[in-house]
């Protein structure tokens, strides 16, 4: 009988020892943590508790087969968003219900520096750019990110825990700027009554932009100009193009234009436009004068010479 007690009291000290370190560290840990244990860390604990996680009795208590696992072929591993726009990571659990793991046990890290974003619906980060999308009795658990930033950018984690361990998938968030460039050199020049022809190429945008637009020395030009002789035409695509085109063009059109659309790196150029013919008919009159000079001095000035030389050559000579 006594012999019976005493095992008893061995039994119930190998219980508290086992269940010590978990209780402890969850009095430990922080909303904001930024570190995690691993399956390894874990298993020092319980060996310092004398207990030996990889034991027979363990694994035969517990049934691989219904831990709980991602549902890979609806999740990404790999999501693209533009500056600015909504990310939305994806992680479908299933399986949860099986083995009665606690929703809380489902969390999103941020690899970049651990933290810890959220454990179950509760948010451990102080941006309200992120949130936790989930609706009761689903098992998919999606981060969303809000005005997506250049920082954003990296791995994230979505952990669970399992009675045999710790599961993760991962998702690598690219966030991409949007570039405009206008086709030609920094500078256009063309004459005045021709036509301003520039074409501007949208790059490196997920979906393409809804407006692209146009200016001229930061003011926005209108798509229905009150100017018959400018107009915009914009083509979306994988590479958008946007082409601004005014016709007969005069002085005052000179200036700095950029195209710009949301989010994107903006691009310029300079158009100069002169008065052209006009140019060319002050030319040709100067080009007149100068033959009209010429002939003068080959009919009227070079005789002339001529003979006042004779003149001087024979009163020298007598």
């Not at 190998?14 to 010590?20: A, D, G, K, S, W």
């Not at 825990?161 to 570039?179: C, R």
């Not at 021709?194 to 979906?207: A, G, R, Y």
Request: hydrophobic residues 40%; glycine residues 4%.
């Amino acid at each position: 009988m006594r012999s019976r007690l005493v095992l008893m009291h061995l039994f119930e000290i190998r219980i508290i020892l086992f269940c010590l370190p978990p209780i402890l560290l969850a009095t430990t840990l922080e909303p904001d943590q930024k570190s995690i244990l691993t399956d390894s860390d874990w298993k020092k604990l319980w060996m310092r508790s004398g207990i030996n996680p990889d034991s027979k009795l363990d694994n035969n208590n517990i049934d691989t087969s219904d831990n709980p696992m991602f549902e890979d072929s609806e999740m990404a591993h790999n999501t693209t968003v533009q500056l600015g726009g909504t990310a939305f990571l994806v992680c479908k659990v299933s399986g949860v219900d099986r083995v009665g793991v606690n929703w809380n046990q489902i969390s999103w890290i941020r690899r970049r520096d651990w933290h810890i974003l959220s454990s179950g619906a509760q948010l451990y980060t102080n941006d309200e750019r992120f949130a936790i999308l989930h609706t009761p009795g689903s098992n998919m658990w999606t981060l969303q990110i809000k005005f997506v930033q250049r920082r954003d950018h990296g791995m994230y984690e979505c952990q669970v825990s399992t009675p045999t361990g710790i599961i993760s998938h991962f998702v690598n968030l690219q966030v991409v700027v949007p570039e405009a460039f206008i086709l030609g050199s920094g500078e256009l020049h063309v004459d005045m009554g021709s036509t301003i022809n520039l074409v501007c190429i949208i790059e490196k945008s997920p979906t393409p932009p809804q407006y692209v637009y146009w200016q001229k020395n930061d003011r926005l030009i209108n798509y229905y100009d009150s100017r018959r002789d400018i107009s915009i035409e914009t083509t979306p695509g994988p590479r958008t193009q946007s082409r601004l085109i005014i016709r007969e063009p005069q002085i005052s059109d000179s200036g700095n234009y950029t195209c710009s659309a949301s989010n994107t790196e903006p691009a310029s150029i300079y158009v100069f436009v002169s008065k052209g013919d006009n140019m060319a008919a002050i030319s040709r009159r100067k080009t007149s004068s100068a033959d009209r000079l010429a002939a003068i001095f080959m009919h009227v000035v070079a005789p002339c010479i001529l003979v006042n030389t004779l003149v001087m050559r024979h009163i020298y000579l007598t």
